[in-house]
């Protein structure tokens, strides 16, 4: 590790240090019983302290079911780094660090674990990256951080609730995030690249949930409007169901010489 990825991880840990409390050496934390794991979740599972700062994280360890204080994770997050591991749940040692920092968007923990050496393409047990989170939050600064340490904007999620596979692109076009959208085709997202279920495409979703301005880049960039998914639905006929004229009428008159 670098001198100065080691002074970062101190600085950091200086700067946590007068809003953290109780904090609690690593190698200390016992570890939870089957039983009391669900009685913990309420507890920070470092300082062992209840939520009356109303600070917890919002991606607790999924394993353990603990949750933590964000400036106790971080804390130990960053003694983890300056000891040349990697950010891991301090339970189970799973590693979650690189998407808990893009979801709760602290960039400069995010720039020290990457520093660090954490792969950006590592996925949590969710089946998504933290380019997928970013994007799912609309993190833009996160989502140009990570593209810029490598990561790639066709990577599919893995599983999720729903079993679809999809892409950064097509979270970012679904929720509605427009200056993730410009930022992932900027950086040469595939435009049309299907959902590996149903065959949908990024157009498809974001004239569904009515989102013009994301329709607008997406043909800008040369996205199919005739595109068909699996079950017979177009960019228009999902407009369709919706209602919404502005999308409609753009889908029905769009031309590739218009952009």
Request: hydrophobic letters at 45%; one cysteine or more.
């Amino acid at each position: 590790m670098s001198f100065l990825a080691k002074y970062r991880a101190w600085f950091l840990i200086m700067m946590l240090a007068p809003y953290t409390k109780h904090i609690a050496c690593s190698s200390l934390v016992p570890s939870p019983s089957d039983e009391d794991a669900s009685e913990n979740a309420l507890l920070c599972g470092i300082c062992h302290m209840t939520d009356t700062d109303n600070c917890f994280i919002t991606l607790p360890c999924k394993i353990t079911k603990h949750s933590f204080h964000r400036s106790c994770l971080l804390h130990h997050w960053c003694n983890l780094i300056a000891h040349d591991a990697p950010a891991t749940c301090p339970y189970c040692e799973s590693c979650f660090g690189l998407s808990s920092a893009t979801y709760e968007n602290h960039l400069d923990l995010l720039e020290l674990l990457l520093d660090a050496g954490e792969n950006v393409a590592t996925f949590t047990k969710e089946g998504a990256t933290a380019l997928h989170y970013a994007c799912e939050m609309g993190h833009n600064d996160a989502v140009k951080l990570l593209l810029a340490r490598g990561a790639k904007t066709e990577t599919y999620t893995r599983t999720n609730s729903a079993g679809i596979f999809i892409t950064p692109l097509h979270i970012a076009a679904e929720i509605g995030h427009t200056n993730v959208t410009d930022t992932l085709l900027a950086a040469g997202a595939h435009v049309d690249a299907r959902i590996k279920r149903n065959k949908g495409t990024a157009l498809q979703l974001a004239a569904l949930h009515g989102h013009l301005r994301i329709v607008i880049a997406l043909l800008k960039a040369g996205a199919d409007k005739s595109a068909v998914s699996a079950y017979g639905d177009t960019a228009y006929s999902l407009a369709l169901q919706t209602n919404n004229l502005c999308i409609i009428t753009l889908l029905k008159i769009w031309e590739p010489w218009m952009a």
